[in-house]
């Protein structure tokens, strides 16, 4: 009997979902894109509506003949790439060099944010054609990024170093950077000092604590120029009588922060975890395409981490305030969920926060099948999902 054909980016995620559909599919990686511009080409014909000419590459050959011959048995095939301008491109790319005729073998898109059971399934229950928009998106990014690049990349090599490479988004970031570096060279710097006093009540000399000068004895703004100045209130300062002239308290109310996206995650990781936004990534896709967790085999640990969206769906949302009533108390919850307000204007509301597929699934249950990088970064994950 002939079998469904899966077609996904990567070998792990591929195992992953090997373990949800079972024997009925055969599933295959194709190792990110298929077709690109060439590299020895400008590959975008500028003169008739920037049509790029796309090939595939030697390495990828070998890829797309094992397709070939998996969908020529197939009964039907899914493209089942990553949910984003990418993902979709890819697909399309992969219908194009692998010639996949719908009118010979129905070939269809499905499109899922986490890698569990109840995600996959509900994908391959509601199958849809290729988002031509978001293909189009990415080919006007990948076009830019050609334009911009092929020119100025060699001129960088000449000019400052080989390697280096020029690009739509990075040339921009690194003349903002530029700008900012002049008017740091710019900036005529200027004397001033600080004085700061150690406190500590009459009765109780154990309990000291520091205090900062900030105006002078008739409310005016201090501005201490010069050493001599300095030294001089430090002395009256030192002979002076000190009482408290009011004491104000109030309490106050700090929410936590909303569940990750691609950009909050990536600044996180760096400020606790020192990864580069680059390691996040890499670390973030092992653990959304899947890992093997001993007897379940291979897991998708979080959900898609390409987002940008703090949206978390209300079956999640559920099972945190579960866990968490269970866990810590009742007196840990809030009364009703929280809703963080769209921060972007374009945000896809259709994708979701990063956050665990399954919120049970705590960091120390699972630390003995992830490395220390995994660990981390899912424990941040997890912690920010609940916290949120």
């Not at 020895?40 to 796309?54: A, E, H, M, Q, R």
């Not at 996949?100 to 070939?107: C, R, S």
């Not at 990536?266 to 007897?295: C, D, I, N, S």
């Amino acid at each position: 009997m002939a079998q469904k054909l899966v077609i996904v980016e990567s070998p792990a995620k591929a195992r992953t979902l090997n373990k949800i559909l079972g024997r009925s599919y055969t599933i295959k990686a194709s190792l990110g894109h298929v077709r690109d511009l060439p590299r020895t080409s400008l590959g975008v014909n500028i003169d008739k509506d920037f049509t790029p000419k796309y090939v595939i590459p030697q390495r990828k050959r070998k890829v797309i003949r094992e397709i070939k011959e998996a969908a020529s048995k197939a009964s039907s095939i899914y493209l089942a790439t990553d949910p984003d301008r990418e993902g979709e491109a890819i697909s399309w790319h992969l219908v194009a060099a692998a010639k996949l005729d719908a009118d010979k073998v129905p070939v269809r898109r499905v499109v899922f944010h986490e890698i569990t059971k109840e995600a996959v399934e509900k994908a391959f229950q509601t199958p849809h054609s290729i988002d031509m928009n978001l293909v189009n998106a990415q080919q006007a990014r990948r076009i830019l990024d050609r334009l911009v690049g092929y020119k100025l990349s060699p001129l960088l090599w000449q000019k400052v170093q080989r390697g280096l490479s020029a690009g739509r988004v990075q040339s921009v970031a690194v003349r903002m950077i530029a700008d900012r570096e002049q008017e740091i060279q710019d900036f005529n710097p200027k004397e001033y000092w600080t004085i700061e006093v150690e406190l500590a009540p009459l009765e109780e000399q154990e309990a000291k604590f520091r205090a900062k000068l900030v105006a002078s004895a008739d409310g005016t703004k201090l501005n201490i120029s010069d050493e001599n100045k300095a030294n001089k209130i430090a002395a009256d300062l030192e002979k002076a009588t000190y009482f408290v002239k009011s004491i104000q308290s109030k309490q106050i109310a700090r929410q936590p922060a909303p569940p990750f996206i691609t950009s909050t995650l990536q600044q996180e990781a760096w400020r606790k975890l020192h990864f580069t936004a680059k390691h996040t990534m890499a670390v973030a896709q092992q653990l959304y395409e899947g890992l093997p967790l001993g007897e379940e085999g291979s897991v998708g640990l979080i959900t898609y981490m390409r987002t940008d969206s703090t949206h978390v769906a209300a079956s999640a949302i559920a099972e945190v305030r579960d866990f968490i009533a269970k866990k810590y108390g009742g007196d840990f919850l809030p009364s009703k969920p929280r809703v963080f307000a769209r921060k972007a204007k374009w945000a896809q509301e259709a994708h979701e926060a990063i956050r665990p597929t399954k919120i049970y699934r705590e960091p120390e249950q699972i630390k003995p099948f992830l490395n220390r990088d995994q660990l981390k970064l899912y424990q941040l994950i997890w912690r920010r999902m609940v916290a949120s």
